[in-house]
């Protein structure tokens, strides 16, 4: 995983300018990229395709500081393509029709193109529908570089055209080897303690360019021995975590939150919930999710956890931020320790699609009212048994459309207090046999 950068070499022939530190790592071969080896190994999707001497289009889709406008431009110099650098958030249609027809003059000179669109996902519709005809006959071969997940953010058409390649964030290893590079360009160790050290890695959240960032901030303090942890963060600003409330982020870690809990583990679900608040999310989509999950997931397994749920956002709205996220919190306890049941989830949906099935069938006329003698002449309520009256308050009778199957949509689970409804269900079910048997 990387966004790296040269291995230790000198500064750009020609010029005493200073260069940043992230600039001066960047690679010049791709195996000296540190990390993304699932994309850029032998057999990998990359390598494979280098090999093979066929570069087709690309979307790399992953985290900032992960390596994708390296890999982009290293992927060009391995197949003698002249590399174009563009964004899409600075690029009108009167620039592209530049890059477009300079392509198309390369490539007349038998030269080929290796157009790179960092965050292509800012392109509207039209704009990414114009690069379909220049890489359909070969004008250019399109390397788009987004954060957002594709399959949202770019038309099917320029989906069906590329290959997605998922890049992952640095692991801890990776960005250590990264540390270590930017030292032998610095020409001494980082002035930390292995915590310290440890410290600094965990501040770049996977980043590569920001722990380079970091290293160039430490490596410039005056030397007074080694500094702890305490007087690294005093000195430094923790990064953000990569949080967008409406991105890729937001839907996978509620998605993570969601199945933390249904899997009955409170720790994992508590700490997927206070990473979406560190984000910035919203505490009341928190709670309304997690009122979902108590009637989804929960449901009459556990009665009381919609009432947690409730009660929870009720205590939030009242006290607000930061006292409320505790109520909201004991509610994450709670449902994740809950027992679980979908069964009244998947009984409604079995009675949703049992009623578009039979349409507008009516009520047998034994349970229909009839308040007028016509009503009553053409039968409507004839035969009803009042369950009051009878033994056991059960009468039996059924109550489903004349001439339907009896379906059963209900199935209980045996745990929580679903073993007593299971219990009642079965109950019912050997009376409901005798009375009509009888």
Request: charged share 25%; hydrophobic share 40%; proline share 7%.
């Given at each position: 995983?990387?966004?790296?950068?040269?291995?230790?070499?000198?500064?750009?022939?020609?010029?005493?300018?200073?260069?940043?530190?992230?600039?001066?790592?960047?690679?010049?071969?791709?195996?000296?990229?540190?990390?993304?080896?699932?994309?850029l190994a032998a057999e990998a999707p990359l390598g494979s395709m280098l090999a093979a001497g066929n570069l087709s289009s690309l979307i790399l889709w992953g985290p900032?500081?992960?390596?994708?406008?390296t890999i982009a431009r290293l992927l060009a110099e391995a197949s003698d393509l002249h590399f174009v650098q563009i964004s899409a958030i600075f690029t009108g249609v009167s620039e592209l029709r530049k890059v477009f027809d300079a392509a198309r003059m390369r490539r007349q000179t038998g030269a080929g193109t290796l157009l790179f669109v960092d965050e292509v996902h800012r392109f509207n519709k039209a704009q990414q529908d114009g690069f379909l005809p220049h890489m359909e006959d070969g004008t250019i071969v399109l390397v788009g570089a987004t954060t957002e997940n594709p399959s949202f953010e770019l038309n099917s058409?320029?989906?069906?055209?590329?290959?997605?390649?998922?890049?992952?964030?640095?692991?801890?290893?990776?960005?250590?080897?990264?540390?270590?590079?930017?030292?032998?360009?610095?020409?001494?160790?980082?002035?930390?303690?292995?915590?310290a050290r440890e410290a600094l890695l965990e501040m770049a959240d996977g980043d590569g360019r920001a722990l380079l960032n970091l290293v160039e901030q430490v490596s410039a303090w005056p030397e007074t021995g080694k500094l702890d942890t305490?007087?690294?963060?005093?000195?430094?600003?923790?990064?953000?975590?990569q949080y967008d409330k409406s991105g890729d982020a937001h839907y996978n870690l509620?998605?993570?939150?969601?199945?933390?809990?249904?899997?009955?583990?409170p720790d994992a679900a508590l700490y997927w919930f206070a990473r979406m608040l560190q984000g910035g999310e919203d505490p009341r989509f928190l709670a309304r999710r997690l009122t979902r999950m108590a009637v989804e997931d929960i449901g009459l397994a556990?009665?009381?956890?919609?009432?947690?749920?409730?009660?929870?956002?009720?205590?939030?709205e009242r006290l607000g931020s930061p006292e409320g996220e505790l109520a909201l919190s004991q509610a994450v306890i709670y449902l994740a320790l809950a027992p679980k049941s979908n069964a009244g989830y998947a009984a409604y949906k079995n009675a949703v699609a049992a009623a578009k099935k039979t349409g507008s069938e009516p009520p047998p006329k034994h349970i229909l009212n009839a308040p007028t003698s016509l009503m009553r002449d053409i039968g409507h309520g004839e035969g009803y048994a009042y369950d009051h009256d009878v033994e056991d308050?059960?009468?039996?009778?059924?109550?489903?459309?004349?001439?339907?199957?009896?379906?059963v949509y209900y199935s209980p689970v045996d745990r929580g207090f679903e073993r007593e409804l299971k219990r009642r269900v079965d109950y019912f079910a050997k009376l409901r046999a005798k009375r009509q048997g009888s």
């Open positions: 995983m990387a966004d790296l950068f040269d291995t230790p070499g000198d500064d750009a022939p020609g010029t005493n300018a200073p260069r940043p530190l992230a600039d001066r790592l960047r690679p010049s071969a791709l195996d000296e990229v540190i990390g993304q080896e699932h994309l900032p500081g992960v390596g994708k406008t058409a320029v989906l069906s055209r590329a290959q997605v390649l998922v890049l992952e964030r640095l692991t801890l290893a990776d960005l250590e080897r990264l540390a270590q590079r930017a030292e032998q360009v610095l020409g001494r160790a980082l002035p930390l303690t292995g915590a305490e007087t690294l963060t005093t000195r430094l600003t923790q990064r953000a975590a509620i998605s993570a939150l969601h199945k933390s809990v249904r899997g009955s583990d556990d009665p009381q956890a919609q009432e947690v749920c409730i009660g929870a956002w009720q205590a939030y308050g059960f009468s039996g009778q059924d109550y489903f459309p004349d001439g339907m199957k009896r379906g």
